[in-house]
């Protein structure tokens, strides 16, 4: 279908899916992405022969032609854009541009991860680091392993701001609550700042419920071309601006310990949607650490820099809060099997269509949520992608 370049198409999201997530044993990554994937056309009402474009990465030596080859597509628009957590928000807004500009009709985003399971099984062992080649020689041989640098990170935030770990504390709290009424969360018991601070210590300031949950899962998107639209089963949840932006990979390279790259991504989301912060009912933010949502609230305009413990600390994560975020309990609570950033996005989906059960979300006057930001965030602040859906 011919486009004009005066006039780009709209790009919509029309499918969304988890495969079985959790604790799931005795099944692969690729039968989990194959899952999602089909759930995701059966909830979009397409057939797979629309489907000419597949993205995805952190499966097989040949990332994305391996996973197309075991789902029995041949796309001939393909994305396999590796950077960490902000993946998928990175490749969404690749997608988005190929579909506006007729490069491609519609997009399936798909992964799906074993991450739990293969530890278990003594399949894989945790990283210390994901590698000692190039710039990151200089620093991994003086123990700086991941959680390490989001810990500094962190601690620097606490000297300059004077965040506590109180308020960090309480971003953990609140993802449990919201998860509390999502029952495909992995942990939905109700946990107290002092259970976050009496709890072993991983990474200084970082204890054990500072830290994201190790699962199994996948999920799938399906990105459409807007004249695919009343053939679909499902109200479309439209794609209204997204960015990205790289900052570092050494932590000697990183201006500002205290502001991650989705103060770019997310300043560049929100001037192409032609919206604004203040605008947006849910956010779906990356969360492998707590610091990483106090600081992205930051980052993103939801409050000034420097005062994310504060707004994190009145309540206004949860549900009913003034600004929902990680309504289905995040990466802390719900699952987080790796590359947890295609996840935000199928719940902000899920959100703005009314689907979520438990855990929906409602506007003062019923209603449901109209704008969704979902920010992912990858290696220890080094990338960021952020997307802004509404209906």
């Known amino acids: 279908m011919p486009c004009s370049q005066r006039h780009p198409r709209k790009v919509a999201v029309v499918g969304i899916s988890l495969s079985d997530c959790g604790r799931v044993d005795g099944t692969t990554p690729y039968a989990l992405h194959a899952q999602a994937a089909r759930r995701a056309l059966a909830d979009s009402g397409l057939g797979r022969d629309v489907v000419d474009g597949l993205a995805s990465a952190g499966l097989g030596t040949l990332a994305p032609a391996e996973v197309a080859d075991y789902l029995g597509l041949g796309p001939r628009w393909v994305d396999s854009t590796s950077v960490g957590g902000a993946t998928w928000e990175v490749m969404a807004a690749h997608a988005a541009d190929a579909i506006a500009a007729g490069h491609a009709n519609a997009v399936l985003l798909v992964y799906g991860s074993t991450a739990r399971a293969d530890v278990r099984a003594g399949r894989r062992t945790s990283n210390l680091s994901f590698g000692a080649r190039g710039p990151l020689q200089f620093e991994v041989p003086y123990g700086h392993t991941l959680i390490a640098k989001y810990a500094m990170a962190a601690r620097r935030h606490m000297h300059q701001y004077g965040t506590t770990a109180e308020q960090l504390a309480e971003v953990a709290v609140q993802a449990r609550a919201n998860a509390s009424r999502n029952p495909e969360a992995m942990f939905r018991d109700p946990i107290t700042v002092d259970d976050v601070l009496s709890g072993p210590v991983i990474a200084d300031p970082f204890t054990k419920l500072h830290c994201c949950v190790r699962s199994d899962g996948g999920c799938a998107v399906l990105l459409v071309a807007e004249e695919y639209v009343p053939d679909t089963a499902k109200e479309p949840v439209w794609v209204l601006g997204s960015g990205e932006h790289v900052s570092h990979t050494t932590m000697s390279e990183w201006d500002d310990f205290t502001v991650?790259?989705?103060?770019?991504?997310?300043?560049?989301a929100f001037e192409r949607a032609g919206v604004r912060p203040e605008d947006v009912d849910i956010a779906e933010i990356y969360d492998a650490f707590t610091y990483m949502t106090l600081v992205t609230l930051e980052d993103l305009g939801f409050c000034a820099k420097g005062e994310g413990g504060a707004f994190v600390e009145k309540g206004r994560l949860r549900l009913d809060g003034e600004l929902p975020v990680n309504t289905d309990g995040g990466g802390l609570s719900a699952c987080h099997p790796g590359m947890r950033?295609?996840?935000?996005?199928?719940?902000?989906?899920?959100?703005?269509?009314?689907?979520?059960?438990?855990?929906?979300?409602?506007?003062?006057?019923?209603?449901?949520?109209?704008?969704?930001?979902a920010s992912g965030t990858g290696g220890w602040f080094c990338s960021s992608g952020t997307v802004v859906l509404g209906r």
Not at 260 to 268: D, E, I, N, T, Y
Not at 349 to 367: N, T, W
């Open 260 to 268: 991650s790259p989705a103060a770019v991504s997310g300043r560049l």
């Open 341 to 373: 950033g295609l996840f935000l996005m199928v719940e902000a989906v899920r959100q703005l269509r009314g689907e979520a059960g438990g855990h929906q979300v409602r506007r003062a006057d019923g209603r449901v949520p109209e704008l969704a930001v």
